[in-house]
Nanobody, 124 residues
Framework: QVQLVESGGGLVQAGGSLRLSCAAS????????MGWFRQAPGKEREFVAS??????YYADFVKGRFTISRDNAKNTMYLQMNSLKPEDTAVYYC???????????????????WGQGTQVTVSS
């Protein structure tokens, strides 16, 4: 089992920045791949970014604006979000899975463990 606790959401103006954190416990941090998804009201949950070891992968709509990173000493994954837009408003979810043979994971079905979500609101 992997437990995930997210933090760092909030309200920010368009063009601003936020950093989300996801603290993981229950399994060796190096053995898990992690990702970020988001869900806006009335929309399906969508992939944002993921990291499996040194491999990172981003949705096209966040490339150049968001950066996923991890601090193995703190068992924590981060999502640095810059140049935020109103359409980035959503609940952001941290996800994790035991590392497998793929270089990266982009589907919510790939991940077995989920955080509770943190709200990000970008005002225009």
């Amino acid at each position: 089992q992997v437990q995930l606790v997210e933090s760092g959401g909030g309200l920010v103006q368009a063009g601003g920045s936020l950093r989300l954190s996801c603290a993981a416990s229950g399994r060796a941090f190096s053995s898990i791949a992690m990702g970020w998804f988001r869900q806006a009201p009335g929309k399906e949950r969508e992939f944002v970014a993921s990291r499996n070891g040194a491999n990172t992968y981003y949705a096209d709509f966040v490339k150049g604006r968001f950066t996923i990173s991890r601090d193995n000493a703190k068992n924590t994954m981060y999502l640095q979000m810059n140049s935020l837009k109103p359409e980035d408003t959503a609940v952001y979810y941290c996800a994790a899975r035991v590392r497998g043979g793929s270089s990266y994971y982009t589907s919510s079905k790939d991940f077995a463990y989920w955080g509770q979500g943190t709200q990000v609101t970008v005002s225009s």
